[in-house]
């Protein structure tokens, strides 16, 4: 986990829009050659070489993406870099620059935007991207944050949704459902300390699943280890929806159906166990959580021997013709068809 924050309270009218954004850049350096200028023009230079240019942004907004009462800004920090790099890794490229833009409104101090570009620092460290600009401006009620990605990678490697083909592997990186478990127990605690502010909960049942909701990792790593296993993915998908939803997404651009097996999914003991404790259906949060950001992609069978037994890597089943639609072979043999539901669709239940 990362730190707590400080309580000191400077007011943001005070620094002026400038003085804020020299305050919250002045320790960014830049480390790509790629990176021309950075912050502190109209806009920034990157030099894209021979490469193809990959760039995505997200937007976050507190109350809807996020609930300060139990997301410490530095961790909302490091998570808004966390869900872009994850989209430039799902298309099988590398991520050199960030922008983020903000808007806070005055109930937070400067020191609250500190611990938010703390966190942003320490991602742009540890995945070793700069960030070259954004824009700050106030707003109304709470705290909007969005982050752009840039990244490249070679024409040849990039890595679309639309590539799968009958046969072909289904993988998927880490493991499934651990975020949505560790969103529902942040919730429970929320209500919790809402009844009683002296209750001290003990979370040590549940430390994995509240680090994969408070501070997700994207998969750099796996990129990396894709190069040097030599495999090319045909499609890949990063999984912020929900793996049924990703599936869908894969298999509707690729203009195929998919057979997974329910026990071939990736599940933490944690998220067993929780999933007794919160009487889930274990499948299902693997199916339809979000917020894994593990990559979900396809590979030719012919590349069997290079991802099986890999820890990183599970093998959940293949692709289909597409009038065959998208199945879930259960633990009993019997086959059901996917629904591309969200993380929202288990909120309803
Ligand atoms: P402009 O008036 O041209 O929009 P700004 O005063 O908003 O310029 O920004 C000045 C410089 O600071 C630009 O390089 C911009 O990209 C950068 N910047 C502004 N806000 C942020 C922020 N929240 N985080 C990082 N860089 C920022
Ligand atoms: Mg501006």
């Not at 400038?18 to 030099?47: E, M, P, R």
């Not at 954004?134 to 840039?150: H, N, Y």
């Not at 679309?160 to 998927?172: C, F, M, P, Q, S």
Request: charged residues 25%.
């Amino acid at each position: 986990m990362l730190e707590d924050k400080n309580q000191q309270k400077t007011s943001l009218a005070e620094l002026g829009e400038f003085g804020l954004i020299n305050h919250i850049t002045q320790y960014f350096k830049l480390n790509h050659t790629s990176s021309i200028k950075g912050v502190g023009d109209d806009a920034a230079v990157l030099d894209a070489s021979e490469k193809q240019t990959l760039v995505t942004t997200d937007l976050l907004i507190e109350g809807v993406h996020f609930d300060l009462s139990y997301m410490p800004l530095k961790h909302l920090g490091y998570k808004a870099v966390m869900v872009n790099l994850s989209d430039v890794y799902a298309m099988n490229g590398t991520a050199e620059q960030i922008t983020v833009s903000i808007a806070v409104s005055n109930r937070f101090p400067l020191e609250a935007i500190e611990e938010l570009y703390a966190g942003i620092q320490l991602a742009c460290n540890t995945y070793k991207v700069d960030l070259i600009g954004g824009d700050t401006t106030s707003s109304t009620k709470g705290m909007l944050i969005s982050v752009t990605a840039i990244g490249k990678a070679d024409k040849a490697d990039v890595v679309y949704r639309n590539g799968a083909k009958e046969t072909d592997l289904i993988v998927v990186s880490g493991d499934l459902g651990a975020a949505y478990l560790g969103l529902q127990v942040l919730e429970r605690e929320k209500q919790v300390f809402k009844v009683d502010p002296n209750n001290q909960p003990d979370l040590d049942n549940y430390t994995y699943l509240i680090e994969r909701q408070l501070k997700p990792e994207a998969r750099k790593d796996v990129i990396g280890l894709l190069k040097e296993l030599e495999v090319k993915p045909t499609a890949m998908i990063d999984i912020s929806d929900g793996l049924s939803s990703e599936l869908f997404h894969i298999c509707t651009q690729s203009k195929v159906g998919c057979k997974i097996y329910e026990d071939k999914l990736p599940l933490d003991p944690q998220v067993i166990s929780t999933c007794e404790e919160f009487e889930l259906d274990s499948t299902m949060v693997a199916l339809s959580g979000g917020e894994d950001y593990e990559l979900l992609f396809t590979v030719p069978i012919a590349d069997f021997d290079k991802i099986k037994g890999n820890p990183n890597f599970s093998i959940i089943g293949h692709v289909t013709e597409e009038n065959q639609g998208l199945n879930l072979v259960t633990r009993a043999n019997q086959e059901i068809e996917l629904k591309a539901q969200g993380w929202n669709a288990l909120k309803n239940e």
